[in-house]
């Protein structure tokens, strides 16, 4: 089966959804056999690095030769992935379900005229007749659904943190590629970028800290942050915390926030409502921190501290650096 | 401008999800539907685009069944000036954007409005694919749209780490995000106006379905949460790096 794998870069850097999207194929599909994947590159990056996608089950990379595609412009991306299918004879595309898969797969899908599973949040089972079973969460991960996929040409997009890149594999080569779009297909003028700089965006941190009402200001996030420092987190927090201003709405995580499934996740003076809880409870171990030992966040934490958030909090982040340390 | 707003209808955010005996479909019992709420700032921003030009007309289409008239409604009553509703009863995503797409192409929209996704089946997709259908350009996860010079607007979105501001030209279609606006409660006046706004029933052009759902589960239970006291953080954090193994 031929593969074709759309990895993202950034700045020049793959991104740690290019990794998982390669690792993702190779798990997927290595039990089929015969399977071949191609690796576009949206952009150029390090030599080096590209090469370093066969260690997680690439065959081949093909590296842009034109810089068009360095900044990510959805309509660009869209014609050269099509360009790339149509050369590789790919029969199943792959990537992962970032702000850019989100806009690129819909679109992808129509013109391509592929069957899409969109966002699956694992590697699907594949049937003796070809078709795959996938699952993904809906109702805002109250719930999950199985679907049936099947079709000649196939899109796969899934979950960022769905899976760990695994090792299997040695470099491969890497290809120079002619992009035949030019930029009169752009159909958007970028005037502004602005990029957080410095912190770890909040979808892709395996460790998350996030702080509610409970934390009784902006003023006091200096605690928050002090934690996420020391054990690598990103920062996030409840839906009226960003309603109030206390922090910009891209932290909020919730049903109509952001989702989120980090290995881990700190809840601090956030309560659990129902709402909150959707959109962090495929977190793998979560802690919560509440003065309210009936706080419903308990019923879905594996480890709870029932007590003060100012007296928590420096305790907590002295004793993982401590750890840290070692 | 004439704008096009696209509508689902959506459980409650409160709502206790449960599924049905053979875990099919979504247990409706109770379940009180609402506007999908990204869906609610689209057609609020559509409200605002054109009192700020000061005209144009706002449509907005449903794909589904009769029970989505209420929502229709209210839309109606928000400030809408006219509801379609074709009806059918749409499996997924490339169903709807199909449907939406040929009644779009039977109209004259400048914009087409949506939510960046439904809180029921959270797939963000409508959106990019009906672009794709129209050969629209498309600007997903909006958070700003104000008008630009020349039948452009200026858009701010959501990205993978950052946000970008950038310029799109009409006829376009823009997903919505939070913090584009406020959604409107409608008042008196825009209830009684409802009931006599148009509100008209499409057949469907009858494209069929790529994913079928096969059954539904609850997502797994979680153990029972480990209590640590309050000067207990160094045994939290040798749990956390012993056992979870997430340190």
Known sequence: MKILVYAEQQDGQLKKSALEAVSFARQSFESLGDLNITVLLGGQVDTQAAADLGLYGANSVWMPSENILNTFEVHLHSLAIQQALAESGAEVLVMAHTYCGKSLVPRLSVAW?????????GIPECAADGSWKVQRTVYSNKGIASY?????????????????????????????????VNTGAARTRSLELQKVQGKIPLTEAERVISGGRGLKGPEHWHLIEDLAEVCDAATACSKPVSDMHWRSHDEHVGQTGITIKPDLYIAVGISGAIQHLAGVSSSKTIVAINTDQEAPFFKVADYGVVGDAFEVLPQLTQAIRRLRKG | MNILVCLSQVPDTTTKISFSSDNKELNKAGVQYIINPYDELALTKALELNEASGGGSITVVHVGGADAEPVLRKALAIGADQAVRIDTAPMDARQV????????????FDLVLAGRESIDYNGGLVGGMLAEYLDWPLVNVATSIEGGAGGSMIVCRDMDGGREKLEVNLPAVITCQKELTEPRIPNMRGIMAARTKPLQVLAPQ?????????????????????????HQMNELV??????????
Do not use: Y
């Open chain 2, 238 to 247: 040798e749990a956390l790096h012993q056992q979870a193994k997430v340190l």
């Open chain 2, 206 to 230: 009858g494209k069929g379905a790529d994913m079928h759902v096969l059954d539904h589960a609850l997502p797994p239970s979680r153990q029972a949460c480990q209590f640590f006291g309050v």
């Open chain 1, 113 to 121: 005229d592929a069957v899409l599973a969109a966002g699956v949040n």
């Open chain 2, 97 to 108: 954007a199909g449907e939406i797409a040929h009644f779009v192409s039977s109209a004259s």
């Open chain 1, 148 to 180: 049936a996929v099947s079709g000649a040409r196939r899109i796969l997009s899934f979950l960022p943190n769905a899976l760990k890149p695994v090792e299997c594999g040695s470099p491969c080569s890497v290809t120079p590629w002619n992009v035949s």
